[in-house]
């Protein structure tokens, strides 16, 4: 421990070690936009909705609906936190538009889950 203040100098010839320098751009914490799902919005509403908005094809698209609609949500994307939220309410903007209950939320992701 050449840099331990606890030790004085004259234990370690005057040498002092630099700690590490921090990584000068950390990774931006990210968030996942989720589409839930409800009894009242069609499926059909539902696929183009992720088509536009996440730019899915149509087989993706179709996928994720169908998660939504077994498993109660679904990630559609996973953006920086201002484009997620943006993203969402763009959503519930276009769902109310058209008169669907549809809900989309950004929620952060678990960064363990993160590559
Ligand atoms: N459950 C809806 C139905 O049966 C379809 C649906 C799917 C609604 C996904 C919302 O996020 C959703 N018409």
Known sequence: MANDPSIPE????????????????KKPKMYQVV????????M???VE???KFFRKDRET??????????EGKGVCGV????????K?????NY????????????EPCNDDEES
């Open 95 to 106: 769902s109310m538009q058209h008169q669907h209950p549809l809900l989309c939320e950004a």
């Open 88 to 92: 969402a309410s763009q959503v519930n």
């Open 44 to 46: 059909e509403f539902v």
């Open 10 to 25: 004259h234990f370690n010839d005057g040498v002092t070690l630099e700690e590490e320098a921090p990584p000068a751009l």
């Open 61 to 70: 698209a179709t996928r994720i609906m169908l998660m939504i609609h077994t």
């Open 49 to 51: 909705l992720i088509e």
């Open 35 to 42: 589409l839930l799902n409800d009894d009242y919005t069609p």
């Open 79 to 86: 953006y920086t936190q201002d484009i997620a939220e943006t």
